[in-house]
């Protein structure tokens, strides 16, 4: 046995999730740990015959006020952070009857999973753990004498351990200790989060991010980056909650990608489906039914369409199952699938099906981080919705104008900017991302979409008799002109550029509908 490798005498087994506690308990006590436990940890032991004794009996001191107070107690802290390598310490312990704790084995309380189940304020509060993550801190700060394990899939590693090597290696206990302090951090942002939220202050003075890993990816957006998947532990509908039903595993940009397609898909109350490539939606419709919005959002651009990301926000049934299929798609999101539609994927064997159960609320705040130099910045989620829309121009839209208006200017919020979005009929008919120029991507939309009607089999261009969003202002008249040209009859922008009476003059002129949000969506 190397000096590094330390036994395991006595064990404080303390835990909220009780998965693969007695497993662990038996091989502490086949080697001859004695095992300090409370409340419903001790009976679950107890109840598969094990011998256990209670901390109260343990320290002399019973739990009080409903057990909030039980391990606050010197003979346990003392026990798990006296240093056995002090002379000091070890006669102080010895002076005051305190035992040495070699192992802690400790989870929290659920708050995070309380929250997320929508919880009363008072309840929320109840869940915030104290004692256990004062012995978790405890334990990590002198791992060089006791073990810290935190969470169930850590059990196998300490019982391989101890039957192979009668203790804990320092490595191993130095790792877990990482992974503890980790744990009490994103316990700490989870509760700090709610907090904020409680208060209506999404971006505090001291902000704080936590996540779980759900997942290690192969490489980042590039093979040469290294990328994982955290889980934040909000519980909102998407990526995060989906279940996998086929498919290989996902990438960093499928994930990214499907994120960007179920937030834009959740925009509607009609049925709609979204096709994403490389984060912009190159097709978005609603219809009837989610057949008939497929039709019409591939129409869009079914060149980009080719091995893109497809969302839907009703229960993907077999008609519109069958003819996603008809072209190469990466993944496909939706809140559930039919039993039919599912068996119609699952002869694509590569095509991976997301199901999150449920659909994201797009009205609720949330907030989004970007890491820069030194720091990262921070921002509430773009959820603005404009009021009441304002007619500047002589012409006001037609009813069908202004719903396909609203359809544009929703589509145009997930379009990287500079963003120009075509919409006839409830469905997309050109797109332009992710440009320099204003003008480039109504140039680029108006060109791609001669292309789709080519593709089609129809004369001229989709965008004829169309209506056509800008995330931002018009610059300059330019770019208006080119929607103008491309068949657009009625226009969507936020307004507020110097040049607003000459571009509404422009609108005027062409007998152009025209109105204003007061509201951007800039997309970077």
Same mark, same amino acid.
């Given at each position: !046995? ?9 064990? @404080? ?21 004695? @095992? ?40 346990? =802290? ?23 704790? +070699? ?49 169930? *899939?850590? /059990? ?24 503890? /302090? ?26 704080? $991010? ?8 192969? /490489? ?22 989906? *279940?996998?039903?086929?498919?290989? %595993?996902?990438? /960093? ?5 499907? +994120? ?25 419709? *609603? ?32 008609? %519109? ?34 199901? *999150?159960?449920? !659909? ?62 075509? $919409? ?44 056509? %969003? ?53 997309? =970077?």
């Amino acid at each position: !046995m190397t000096s590094d490798i330390l036994p395991i005498r006595r064990a @404080l087994l303390s835990v909220s999730d009780k998965t693969g506690l007695v497993e662990l308990a038996k091989a502490l006590a086949a080697h001859g740990a004695e @095992l300090l436990s409370t409340g419903g940890s001790a009976k679950a032991l107890r109840d598969a015959g094990l011998t256990v004794i209670e901390v109260s009996d343990h320290t002399g001191f019973p739990e009080i006020l409903d057990g909030r107070v039980k391990t606050l107690v010197p003979q346990i =802290h003392g026990g798990i952070l006296g240093r056995r390598d002090l002379p000091e310490h070890v006669a102080q312990m010895d002076q005051h009857s305190i035992a040495p704790i +070699d192992l802690v084995c400790v989870n929290l309380y659920p708050f995070e999973a309380t929250v997320a189940s929508g919880a009363d304020v008072a309840d929320c509060i109840e869940k915030i753990d104290i004692g256990g993550p004062a012995l978790i801190r405890a334990a990590a700060k002198n791992h060089p004498h006791v073990a810290i394990l935190t969470d169930p *899939t850590q /059990y196998q590693a300490l019982i391989d351990s101890v039957k192979t090597l009668r203790g804990t290696t320092l490595a191993d206990r130095r790792s877990w200790a990482g992974t503890a /302090y980790a744990r009490t951090a994103t316990y700490d942002a989870a509760i700090t989060a709610w907090f904020s939220a409680e208060r209506g202050d999404l971006l505090p003075v001291r902000m704080v $991010v936590g996540g779980t890993r759900a997942e290690a990816l192969r /490489y980042g957006e590039n093979p040469h980056q290294k990328a994982a998947f955290y889980t934040d532990g909000s519980g909102r509908p998407g990526i995060a909650t989906a *279940t996998q039903i086929q498919g290989k %595993a996902l990438s /960093y940009n499928n994930l990214n990608d499907t +994120d960007a397609a179920f937030e834009a898909v959740a925009e509607f109350e009609h049925p709609a489906v979204v096709i994403v490539k490389h984060a912009n939606p190159c097709g978005v419709a *609603t219809a009837a039914d989610l057949e008939t919005a497929w039709d019409l959002a591939l129409r869009c651009d079914p060149v980009s369409a080719f091995g893109g990301i497809v969302a839907v926000n009703r229960t993907l049934d077999e008609a %519109a199952a069958l003819r996603i299929v008809k072209i190469f798609t990466e993944v496909i999101v939706a809140p559930d699938a039919t039993d039919a539609a599912r068996l119609v994927l699952a002869a694509k064997k590569n095509l991976r099906l997301l199901l *999150t159960g449920a !659909m994201p609320d797009p009205s609720a705040p949330a907030v989004q981080i970007k890491s820069v130099a030194g720091g990262f910045l921070a921002q509430t989620r773009d959820n603005g919705s404009p009021g009441d829309l304002k007619v500047v121009t002589r012409r006001a839209p037609t009813d069908a104008e202004l719903a396909d208006l609203i359809i544009a200017f929703r589509v145009a919020k997930h379009v990287k900017s500079n963003a120009i979005v075509y $919409v006839k009929d409830g469905a997309t008919v050109g797109v332009g991302a992710g440009q320099m120029s204003r003008v480039d991507s109504a140039r680029i939309a108006a060109s791609k979409s001669a292309e789709a009607a080519k593709a089609a089999g129809l004369e001229g261009r989709l965008t004829e008799g169309s209506v056509v %969003a800008s995330d931002a202002f018009f610059p300059f008249v330019d770019g208006l002109e080119i929607a103008i040209e491309a068949g657009a009859t009625a226009v969507i922008q936020p307004g507020g550029s110097i040049r607003d009476a000459e571009i509404i003059a422009a609108a005027d002129k062409a007998g152009v509908a025209m109105v204003f949000t007061g509201m951007r969506h800039f997309r =970077h």
